[in-house]
Structures are given as structure tokens and as C-alpha cells.
């Protein structure tokens, strides 16, 4: 019996496959900031809400997921630090913790944690276990991000929901699907070579 997955030992994620160094740990984390700030300048302003769409949740999920927990974490802290610290690489251009969509930064480095969590457990090498994944990633930042966005503007929940959620559904949706085909294809590449 034959199967199509890699044959790679489990709790391993891509970034695994790069020869091990701390100078490896350093330049995955700090590429996985910098693919993070420059997806977030693919940006659209969305009308009657003030969260852009942007690419980088889409970013941010894969950079989790092809780091695993620790290395995503701290990608995204770094992105989120930098950011904080003047650093204009969040969503058009902007910098600082005060504006309303700040919370969807913070949704952004829990969800790497735990996509990279996930993937460390084979979550990333099938269409449907990525799906799950990516799914999963996208309701932990609206988790954080909605709730944020309705205390730093003043909106009710629902209106939170209405300008922060909704308008964001389907380009989640192509997002998901970029994943679940681009990483189990990786795995697949990684495979052939093995």
C-alpha cells in the first residue's frame, strides 16, 4: 500500500527541512516578519469598515504554519514589536498599537502559534487537515480582532461583527484555499526530493 503524503517523520514542519543553526532560527523569524509586513501592503480599504483587506492574515497563517509554534510566535512578535515601534509595514502603510484593527495583529501572532502547533502535528500535509487548520487560524484573529475593534472604536458587537467579519468571509475563504493547496503541494515536492 502506498500513500501520497511525504515521507518525513512527523512533528516536523518545512522549516525544519533547512540544516539546523541558530543563524537559520534567526533568518526564518526575521523573513517570517518582513513576508508578514510587506503581504500587509497588499492592502484594499473595505467601505464602512475601518480594517482593510490585506494579506496579511493570509501571511501570517503561513508563516505559523511553515515555522511551527515557536519560530511563528516569534515572527509575529517581532512584526508586531517593529510595528509598534514606528515600523510602517502594518496594513496601509500604518505603525503604532492605537488604531482599531490592532487587535487583528494580536489574533494574527496567537493564530501562527497555534497553526505551527498544528502543522508540527501533520496538520498542513492534506488539503482537509490544512483547511481545518487555516479555518481555525482565521477564527482565533477574529476571536481577538472583533472584540478589540468594538472596544477601540465604540461600536456594539454586532456592528464590530458587521464592519470587521463579514466583509472579510470570502477573500478568508480564497485564502484558505491558496493554503490548502500550496502546502500539502510543498510536502509533496519535499517528498519526490526525499
Same mark, same amino acid.
Do not use: C, H, N
Given at each position: 500500500?502506498?500513500?501520497?503524503?511525504?515521507?518525513?517523520? &512527523?512533528?516536523? @514542519?518545512?522549516?525544519?527541512? %533547512? /540544516?539546523? $543553526?541558530?543563524?537559520?532560527?534567526? +533568518? !526564518?523569524?526575521? #523573513?517570517? =516578519?518582513?513576508?508578514?509586513?510587506?503581504?500587509?501592503?497588499? &492592502?484594499?480599504? @473595505?467601505?464602512?469598515?475601518? %480594517? /482593510?483587506? $490585506?494579506?496579511?492574515?493570509?501571511? +501570517? !497563517?503561513?508563516? #505559523?504554519? =511553515?515555522?511551527?509554534?515557536?519560530?511563528?510566535?516569534?515572527?509575529?512578535?517581532?512584526?508586531?514589536?517593529?510595528?509598534?515601534?514606528?515600523?510602517?509595514?502594518?496594513?496601509?502603510?500604518?505603525?503604532?498599537?492605537?488604531?482599531?484593527?490592532?487587535?487583528?495583529?494580536?489574533?494574527?501572532?496567537?493564530?501562527?502559534?497555534?497553526?505551527?502547533?498544528?502543522?508540527?502535528?501533520?496538520?498542513?500535509?492534506?488539503?482537509?487537515?490544512?483547511?481545518?487548520?487555516?479555518?481555525?487560524?482565521?477564527?482565533?484573529?477574529?476571536?481577538?480582532?472583533?472584540?478589540?475593534?468594538?472596544?477601540?472604536?465604540?461600536?456594539?458587537?454586532?456592528?464590530?461583527?458587521?464592519?470587521?467579519?463579514?466583509?472579510?468571509?470570502?477573500?478568508?475563504?480564497?485564502?484558505?484555499?491558496?493554503?490548502?493547496?500550496?502546502?500539502?503541494?510543498?510536502?509533496?515536492?519535499?517528498?519526490?526530493r526525499g
Amino acid at each position: 500500500m502506498s500513500t501520497a503524503a511525504a515521507p518525513v517523520r &512527523s512533528g516536523v @514542519v518545512l522549516a525544519d527541512l %533547512v /540544516p539546523a $543553526s541558530r543563524v537559520r532560527d534567526i +533568518a !526564518l523569524v526575521a #523573513g517570517g =516578519a518582513v513576508l508578514t509586513g510587506l503581504a500587509a501592503q497588499i &492592502s484594499v480599504p @473595505v467601505p464602512g469598515s475601518p %480594517v /482593510p483587506v $490585506s494579506g496579511q492574515t493570509f501571511a +501570517a !497563517l503561513l508563516v #505559523g504554519t =511553515a515555522l511551527g509554534a515557536r519560530r511563528g510566535f516569534l515572527a509575529l512578535a517581532l512584526y508586531a514589536v517593529a510595528g509598534m515601534a514606528g515600523t510602517p509595514w502594518f496594513a496601509e502603510g500604518a505603525s503604532g498599537w492605537s488604531m482599531p484593527s490592532f487587535g487583528y495583529i494580536l489574533g494574527m501572532l496567537l493564530a501562527a502559534t497555534v497553526v505551527g502547533a498544528l502543522a508540527r502535528r501533520g496538520a498542513d500535509r492534506t488539503v482537509l487537515r490544512t483547511a481545518g487548520s487555516m479555518v481555525l487560524g482565521s477564527v482565533i484573529i477574529y476571536a481577538v480582532g472583533v472584540p478589540y475593534l468594538a472596544l477601540a472604536t465604540g461600536m456594539s458587537l454586532p456592528a464590530a461583527v458587521s464592519a470587521g467579519l463579514v466583509p472579510f468571509l470570502i477573500g478568508d475563504a480564497l485564502k484558505a484555499a491558496l493554503a490548502m493547496g500550496a502546502l500539502p503541494a510543498a510536502w509533496k515536492l519535499v517528498g519526490r526530493r526525499g
